[in-house]
């Protein structure tokens, strides 16, 4: 059974970082890309990056580009999203997904970041 | 960056219609694109990809059709548990793009 787990939401104030954390099982994770996703409250889906296989290539909206990093852990089948210089339009529901570029389609369940002071 | 304008943002329907939904990109994206169902506090779940392949589990009443710069999501037969929001996504280039959302409600 396919699951991604997403965590490491909360609330954070405006300039700070937090990283969330996507861990999948059932499928091989270590052969696909994979992406997070937000959503800010009534709003919405917004793509923020996408990583590659391997790690080796990324890609990022122009409004996270130089504050949010993506990266992966292949060994612990673990994706993650640092997210520095948060503000408050930043507040939204992160999902992380499987690549749209492949036939199969998971999704976490979200993790809600609110950035407030 | 390529830009997805979808259409309508919203429509009223009855059960049995059939509903058609529009995304267009500001140039061509060949076939990738897929279309997407969230329904409230849940994660989206795709209902399309390369523009007309319908994912596994998907009814069959939901089709895509388009290809290049403008595409199409019919549901031929709409049912309750269609009611929702559906959103297509570019992922021809980066970044991608999700169009603006079709919000579906009952009339």
């Known amino acids: 059974q396919v699951q991604l787990v997403e965590s490491g939401g909360g609330v954070v104030q405006p300039g700070r970082s937090l990283r969330l954390s996507c861990s999948a099982s059932?499928?091989?994770?270590?052969?696909?890309?994979m992406y997070w996703v937000r959503q800010a409250p009534g709003k919405g889906l917004e793509w923020v990056t996408l990583?590659?296989?391997?790690?080796?290539?990324?890609y990022y909206a122009d409004f996270v580009k130089g504050r949010f990093s993506i990266s992966r852990d292949n060994s612990k089948n673990t994706l993650y999203l640092q997210m520095n210089s948060l503000r408050a339009e930043d507040t939204a529901v992160y999902y992380c997904?499987?690549?749209?570029?492949?036939?199969?389609?998971?999704w976490g369940q979200g993790t809600l970041v609110t950035v407030s002071s | 960056d390529i830009q997805m304008t979808q259409s309508p943002s919203s429509l009223s329907a009855s059960v049995g219609d059939r509903v058609t939904i529009t995304c267009r990109a500001s140039?061509?994206?060949?076939?990738?694109l897929g279309w997407y169902q969230q329904k409230p506090g849940k994660a989206p779940k795709r209902l399309i990809y390369?523009?007309?392949s319908l994912q596994s589990g998907v009814p069959s009443r939901f089709s895509g059709s388009g290809s290049g710069t403008e595409f199409t999501l019919t549901i031929s037969s709409l049912q309750p548990e269609d009611f929702a929001t559906y959103y297509c996504?570019?992922?021809?280039?980066?970044?991608?793009?999700f169009g603006g959302g079709t919000k579906v409600e009952i009339k």
């Open positions: 997904a499987s690549s749209p570029l492949v036939t199969f389609d998971y």
């Open positions: 990583i590659s296989y391997d790690g080796s290539d990324k």
């Open positions: 059932g499928f091989i994770f270590s052969s696909y890309a």
């Open positions: 996504l570019q992922h021809n280039s980066f970044p991608n793009t």
């Open positions: 390369a523009a007309s």
């Open positions: 140039q061509g994206i060949r076939n990738a």
